[in-house]
């Protein structure tokens, strides 16, 4: 089993910055092996993707990032990074880590908020 805890959600200013960090514990070896992906979903919205790296480190960002988030993997940490830059207020909502550490299993982390003002 894999637990992720997400954290570094906060209230920034648009065009101000966060770090997000997903840490894993428990099967640390499959997280650091497997790909993760951070979603976020605001009020009224459905869940949709932001970023995702591959166990090889390919990575991919919803559209909408325009080349303003950056996913990063530290495997000494047992953890995956969001940084993002230039926030603004359409990015307000809850982030979530996710980890697919198995051929047919996936953990969640419990969210991390983030709200961007104007």
């Known amino acids: 089993q894999v637990q992720l805890v997400e954290s570094g959600g906060g209230s920034v200013q648009a065009g101000g910055s966060l770090r997000l960090s997903c840490v894993a514990s428990?099967?640390?070896?499959?997280?650091?092996?497997?790909?993760v992906a951070w979603y976020r979903q605001a009020p009224g919205k459905q869940r949709e993707l932001v970023a995702h790296?591959?166990?090889?480190?390919?990575?991919f960002y919803g559209d909408f990032v325009k080349d303003r988030f950056f996913i990063f993997r530290d495997g000494a940490e047992n953890m995956v990074g969001l940084q993002m830059d230039s926030l603004k207020v359409e990015d307000t909502a809850v982030y979530y880590c996710?980890?697919?550490?198995?051929?047919?299993?996936?953990?969640w982390g419990q969210g991390t908020q983030v709200t961007v003002s104007s």
């Open positions: 428990g099967n640390t070896m499959a997280f650091n092996t497997n790909a």
């Open positions: 790296i591959s166990e090889r480190g390919s990575l």
């Open positions: 996710n980890s697919h550490w198995g051929p047919s299993s996936e953990s």
